[in-house]
């Protein structure tokens, strides 16, 4: 579906980095379409919605204190399987075990700073991004579209 979305966030210790301008760059000479985007500091109870399916998991107190450290750089991203090849550019949820060349495996070690989020499934990216932009996202057309895509 080239029309397919997916939800990508430069979590805290990513945009203190300074790595939000390379994550960026890097989904744009993708070929991937820019939807939405927004610097954000979200609140607790924001963040518990946004991980609620790893509530109860013995590391979310410190995950929840680390994505409440500075702000994050919210982005909708669409393009052709977005939601699986998003997750192929941000690497293993484990950066140890990311490969070279993404984004984890790039600039990341350890599991609880892995710099960046995106959705793991068609259905979650579509509740994501109705969680982090109730206000919507842009409709446009590239000029090289028919370049990126079939
Ligand atoms: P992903 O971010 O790759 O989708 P996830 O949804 O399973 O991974 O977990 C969300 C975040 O929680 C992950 O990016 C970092 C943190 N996390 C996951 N497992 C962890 C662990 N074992 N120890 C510390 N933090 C962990
Ligand atoms: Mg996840």
């Not at 990508?8 to 991937?32: N, T, W, Y």
């Not at 690497?91 to 990311?98: D, H, I, K, V, Y």
């Not at 490969?99 to 599991?111: C, E, F, K, Q, S």
């Amino acid at each position: 579906n080239i029309r397919e979305r997916t939800y990508i966030m430069v979590k805290p210790d990513g945009v203190d980095r300074g790595l939000v301008g390379d994550i960026i760059a890097r989904f744009e000479r993708r070929g991937f379409k820019l939807i939405a985007a927004k610097l954000a500091s979200p609140g607790k109870e924001h963040l518990e919605k946004h991980y609620a399916d790893l509530m109860g998991k013995p590391f979310f107190p410190g995950m929840i204190q680390y994505m409440l450290s500075g702000p994050v750089f919210a982005m909708v991203w669409e393009g052709l399987d977005a939601v699986k090849t998003g997750r192929v550019m941000l690497g293993a949820t484990n950066p140890l075990e990311s490969g070279p060349g993404t984004i984890r495996g790039d600039y990341a070690l350890a599991v609880g700073r892995n710099i960046c989020h995106g959705s793991d499934s068609v259905e979650n990216a579509e509740k994501e991004i109705a969680l982090w932009f109730p206000e919507g996202v842009l409709q446009y057309t590239r000029s090289q579209e028919s370049k990126v895509f079939e």
